[in-house]
């Protein structure tokens, strides 16, 4: 079954503000879209239902008319929508200002449209603190409403296991607070630091190495202009400083106009030569890549992409057209993926997925040993897992589909890559080299 196509946003106008009202309004059939600008992680702008308007100017009239053409619809997404959401139409479906507004964060959401496990439904019930439940309609018709154990629902859906904490296990394993000059700003690296801009995320995953931080209101974290105008500071006055990396909390969460504001500065800074952003939005949220933030993003080159990709069933038409825009638009695309028992720690599953994404052109970057974060360790493999990945995709398929396997180290020491051994000792004056088949081979390598 091919997917629908339904709408179009490649020629929508700007948005247009209306007053003192902060009323911005986009061309989706009766919907106008109240933003919030009182904080820079603000992402939850409050959606206006109004009827169909007789009396709209030829100029709306017009808008209606040109996105009422394409955006891919995937057929397990549509019909997830025709059974939960038959009353909302295509446009708001494919509004993320609605898909936002529409997650599903609380159990009476969950069980609308899962089964929940006993496990689950404990766990849900007795959740407090950071990290809650979150999960976009969109990424929720991904979803095995039966089966507990489908890896999409293991990444999202909470269980009793994540109330265990084991040996090793802390809060902040990587010690990023403890390394962060100014709030907010990580300056480990010599020459990069890592920009945390919000403390939202569209999805909340469970194994997330920020769970102290995300989803807290009211929490010790504050995302705001101060913070973000001091650690802007803290870059200007290090001209060492040549690459930062915007996360969070997940940045392509905010609106254009704060990312324009704070992209712009960024790229005003000298001896900053690479923006990047760290995102799982056009695997979780794709209807946020629109022409709108594509034309901000556009504006900022070089500006580099790593997005969170976890499991090949992500790879849907719609994530398909999102990675396309964005590689259209200019911006290099890596993939970062956290090894998860049960979720994909298997060599066909990794395989699968990477080649899905090089076929998206999303380059396989990193595949991350999944931290020692409190209440993660029915997530965590045994390190040999991760080496045995490796090995059967080194040899076995394209070196372009074979991603870095790191540990990120606890207790701040940076990422620390694993390979397969292949230096398998040396025989006179030769290097003896075990190939992907295990095989020996003799490089000449005398010593000097």
């Given amino acids: 079954m091919k997917p629908k196509v339904v709408l179009n946003e490649q020629d929508e106008p700007p948005s247009n503000y209306i007053g003192a009202s902060n009323i911005i309004e986009f061309p989706m059939d009766a919907v106008a879209v109240q933003l919030d600008s009182a904080a820079?992680?603000?992402?939850?702008?409050?959606?206006?239902?109004?009827?169909?308007?007789?009396?709209?100017?030829?100029?709306?009239?017009?808008?209606?008319?040109?996105?009422?053409?394409?955006?891919?619809?995937?057929?397990?997404?549509?019909?997830?929508?025709?059974?939960?959401?038959?009353?909302?139409t295509d446009v708001q479906w494919n509004s993320w200002y609605w898909q936002l507004q529409n997650r599903i964060k609380d159990l009476a959401g969950l069980q609308r449209i899962v089964k929940l496990s006993q496990s689950e439904l404990e766990a849900i019930s007795s959740h407090r603190g950071p990290l809650p439940a979150s999960v976009t309609p969109y990424y929720a018709s991904l979803i095995d409403?039966?089966?507990?154990?489908?890896?999409?629902?293991?990444?999202?859906?909470?269980?009793?296991?994540?109330?265990?904490?084991?040996?090793?296990?802390?809060?902040?394993?990587?010690?990023?607070?403890?390394?962060?000059?100014?709030p907010g700003l990580v300056h480990r690296y010599p020459?990069?630091?890592l920009f945390l801009v919000t403390g939202f995320c569209s999805v909340y995953c469970r194994y997330c190495t920020r769970?102290?931080?995300v989803g807290?209101?009211?929490?010790?974290?504050?995302?705001?202009?101060?913070?973000?105008?001091?650690?802007?500071?803290?870059?200007?006055e290090h001209p060492e400083i040549r690459d930062v990396l915007l996360s969070g909390g997940d940045p392509l969460t905010l609106s254009?106009?704060?990312?324009?504001?704070?992209?712009?500065?960024?790229?005003?800074?000298?001896?900053?030569?690479?923006?990047?952003i760290g995102t799982k939005v056009p695997a979780v949220l794709p209807q946020r890549i629109n022409s709108g933030l594509l034309r901000v993003l556009k504006k900022y080159h070089p500006l580099w992409m790593s997005i969170h990709f976890t499991h090949p069933d992500e790879l849907t038409p719609e994530v398909a057209e999102a990675c396309t825009r964005l590689a259209n638009a200019g911006i290099p695309?890596?993939?970062?993926?956290v090894l998860l028992k049960g979720v994909n720690d298997n060599v066909e599953?990794?395989?699968?997925l990477y080649h899905g994404l090089l076929k998206n052109r999303v380059k396989p970057y990193y595949l991350y040993q999944c931290d020692p974060v409190a209440g993660t360790a029915h997530f965590r493999t045994t390190v040999d897992k991760g080496l045995e990945i490796i090995a059967g995709l080194r040899g076995f398929t394209s070196g372009y589909a074979v991603p870095h396997y790191v540990i990120d180290a606890p207790g701040g020491g940076g990422k620390i890559p694993l390979i397969p051994h292949s230096f398998a000792g040396r025989e006179n004056e030769n290097l003896l080299l075990r190939n992907f088949e295990g095989n020996i081979y003799r490089y000449p390598d005398p010593v000097m």
């Fill in 40 to 88: 820079p992680d603000s992402p939850l702008p409050a959606v206006i239902e109004h009827s169909p308007d007789t009396n709209l100017s030829e100029y709306k009239k017009k808008t209606l008319a040109a996105v009422a053409k394409q955006y891919v619809l995937g057929p397990k997404t549509e019909a997830f929508r025709k059974t939960y959401y038959p009353e909302v």
């Fill in 145 to 182: 409403a039966e089966n507990p154990d489908q890896p999409i629902r293991r990444t999202v859906i909470k269980v009793t296991e994540e109330n265990r904490l084991t040996q090793g296990e802390s809060e902040d394993p990587l010690h990023e607070d403890a390394d962060s000059p100014v």
């Fill in 191 to 193: 020459d990069r630091v």
């Fill in 211 to 213: 769970s102290r931080m």
């Fill in 216 to 236: 807290n209101k009211g929490g010790e974290y504050k995302f705001n202009l101060n913070q973000w105008e001091g650690a802007l500071a803290y870059i200007r």
């Fill in 256 to 276: 254009d106009e704060k990312l324009e504001w704070l992209l712009s500065r960024l790229r005003a800074i000298s001896h900053v030569e690479i923006i990047r």
């Fill in 333 to 337: 695309l890596g993939s970062q993926t």
């Fill in 349 to 352: 599953t990794m395989k699968s």
